[in-house]
């Protein structure tokens, strides 16, 4: 297998079509990675959740990275990591144009209010019904993507299945 460095269009263009990203944050040391989904708009990555620990969490350490894959098969993958800065949309004027075009974005995928919206109705804990839209700040983001090695060639077929099984030669 070859390992490539993806360019900033391929990693643009495996950002657009991923349905689902990991976001990452930490605080006092300690990561956390959640599932999000997201839309990318020009230098942002816009999202939309609700208060929990996520939004505590990127408040308090604004830096951040998202994740995004796919693997087809073990020597065909790519994997794209955006580090980048949160930055929250409150409901203000000045605020109303960004939270427009994070709506006008995430309202085009299926479903992408889901996790937020289930996550509220199924914890055990009070959770906050706010919506909060943000958007991550690109500051760089960087990929790899692998291709089949030609000179691979059958080496990581599927092994033959035997016939005879291991107790076969106690029956004689």
């Known amino acids: 297998m070859f390992i490539h460095e993806m360019t900033e269009a391929e990693c643009r263009q495996a950002l657009n079509e991923a349905g689902v990203a990991r976001?990452?944050?930490?605080?006092?040391?300690q990561p956390y990675v959640v599932p999000t989904s997201f839309a990318l708009h020009h230098e942002y990555i816009y999202a939309f959740t609700t208060l929990g620990q996520k939004v505590q969490?990127?408040?308090e350490n604004p830096k951040v990275c998202i994740e995004v894959d796919q693997r087809q098969t073990h020597n065909s993958w790519y994997?794209?990591?955006v580090f980048g800065h949160?930055?929250?949309?409150?409901?203000?004027?000045?605020?109303?144009?960004?939270?427009?075009t994070a709506y006008?974005?995430?309202?085009?995928?299926?479903?992408w209010w889901e996790p937020a919206a289930v996550s509220v109705t199924h914890r055990d804990?009070?959770?906050?019904l706010i919506p909060i839209f943000y958007r991550i700040?690109?500051?760089?983001?960087?990929?790899?993507?692998?291709?089949?090695?030609?000179?691979?060639?059958?080496?990581f077929d599927?092994?033959?299945?035997?016939?005879?099984?291991?107790?076969?030669?106690?029956s004689h």
């Open 23 to 29: 976001l990452a944050c930490a605080q006092d040391n």
């Open 57 to 59: 969490w990127m408040r």
């Open 79 to 81: 994997s794209v990591i």
């Open 86 to 100: 949160y930055e929250e949309l409150p409901d203000r004027p000045e605020y109303q144009a960004a939270r427009m």
């Open 104 to 111: 006008s974005l995430l309202s085009k995928r299926m479903m």
């Open 125 to 128: 804990s009070q959770h906050s």
């Open 137 to 155: 700040r690109i500051e760089r983001m960087t990929g790899h993507r692998s291709s089949p090695d030609p000179t691979e060639g059958e080496q």
């Open 158 to 170: 599927e092994p033959k299945i035997q016939t005879r099984h291991w107790w076969s030669h106690f």
